[in-house]
């Protein structure tokens, strides 16, 4: 098959360039990989790229068990990080379908963005950089970094999986943070408008799912919102999701940058600072079991540090390494971990209980 004078993947590649926006990556025009691969007649680089996050991945995997914001044993319909991925993977994917972008390299950088987070959500990856930079000042741990690290070096013990330049610019530049959505995308990260969109579906998505999973807990209701949020945005999901894909689209077409429209821009950005008043840093201070998921990552963490015999991913002549070094491999154990498996092994050093009983994360 791979002999043949034209393939499926000639074809795919043929119909990118007849049918895709003249703004959109086109996969036969890709920077490449960091080690050159032979083509896979069936298949372009991007297609690859998204088989290899699902089906190499085991960090993919593990999404499954890590927390978005609220520990998913609190309840069976709240998000997790796998949820999230895949709801980021569709809004992204709808939006690149109708600007004619190349859904297939949007759906490998969605699927693979949250690679590198930490159990626990966001308050893992605050407890797990505070920290590592007790150790080692200046480095840090941010999640989206973690993630690009993760597909280049740790994923199939240590030999990564060797995506396309595209995919891994999209990953890393994929985070916003707390900053405020301006309605026009056009900076220098990410370099393409696929990167972009998902970028922007992250915010879209995490913004809707938190305030529903926020309702499920009890943490709030709907009339806590600012009217004015909803008015512009939907008092439903689907009205929320509907109207700001819909502003995203109508307002791109034909366009090398993104855009929306400036009040849906405004009230994201005020449903952003209502949802971090009110949910975000409020599990962060109070004494809810996310909020103790720091102390477990922190306290794993300097184990591993300070007591190499303790770390199961060093080999005997690797716990004389330095400290920034046995700091960088613990941060990757630590990130890695489910929150199943960080509790698991937080009772295991720590708490004299039989296994399987973690009263860290009781009410």
């Not at 970094?145 to 995506?163: C, K, M, T």
């Not at 209701?221 to 999701?241: F, M």
Request: aromatic residues 6%; contains cysteine.
């Amino acid at each position: 098959m791979a002999g043949m004078a034209r393939t499926v993947r000639h074809e795919i590649e043929a119909a990118e360039h007849e049918t895709l926006s003249s703004f959109a990556a086109q996969a036969e025009r890709t920077k490449g990989r960091a080690s050159p691969e032979e083509p896979c007649p069936l298949r372009t680089d991007f297609q690859r790229d998204r088989d290899r996050v699902i089906h190499l991945c085991k960090s993919f995997r593990r999404l499954a068990g890590k927390t978005q914001v609220f520990l998913p044993a609190t309840g069976d319909h709240l998000s997790t990080r796998l949820t999230h991925t895949l709801e980021v993977s569709q809004i992204a994917r709808t939006i690149a379908r109708a600007l004619r972008l190349n859904e297939d390299l949007t759906e490998a950088i969605a699927l693979g963005h949250d690679l590198g987070h930490t159990p626990f959500g966001h308050v893992g990856e605050r407890g797990l950089d505070e920290a590592y930079r007790q150790y080692v000042p200046g480095a840090g741990f941010r999640h989206y970094e973690q993630s690009l690290r993760v597909v280049d070096l740790l994923e199939r013990d240590g030999q990564g999986v060797n995506l396309t330049w595209e995919v891994r610019d999209g990953i890393v530049n994929h985070a916003k943070g707390l900053t405020d959505l301006t309605h026009r995308l056009d900076g220098p990260e990410p370099a393409t408008l696929e990167g972009k969109v998902v970028r922007w579906s992250d915010r879209i998505a995490y913004l809707n799912h938190d305030l529903d999973d926020a309702r499920r807990a009890g943490v709030l209701a709907i009339d806590d919102v600012p009217p004015g949020v909803l008015a512009v945005l939907g008092s439903t999901h689907g009205e929320r999701i509907t109207r700001i894909v819909g502003s995203v689209i109508e307002h791109s077409r034909e366009k090398p940058y993104l855009e929306m429209d400036r009040e849906i821009a405004g009230a994201m950005d005020a449903l952003k600072d209502f949802l971090y008043d009110n949910v975000y840093s409020q599990r962060a201070t109070m004494r809810h079991p996310e909020s103790r998921g720091v102390r477990i990552v922190q306290e794993l963490f300097r184990l591993y540090v300070e007591e190499p015999v303790a770390a199961p991913f060093l080999r005997p002549h690797e716990r004389e390494l330095p400290v920034e070094e046995r700091a960088r491999r613990a941060a990757d154990f630590v990130a890695g971990m489910t929150d199943r498996y960080a509790c698991d092994q937080y009772v295991r050093r720590f708490i004299p209980t039989p296994r399987g009983e973690f009263p860290l994360l009781d009410e």
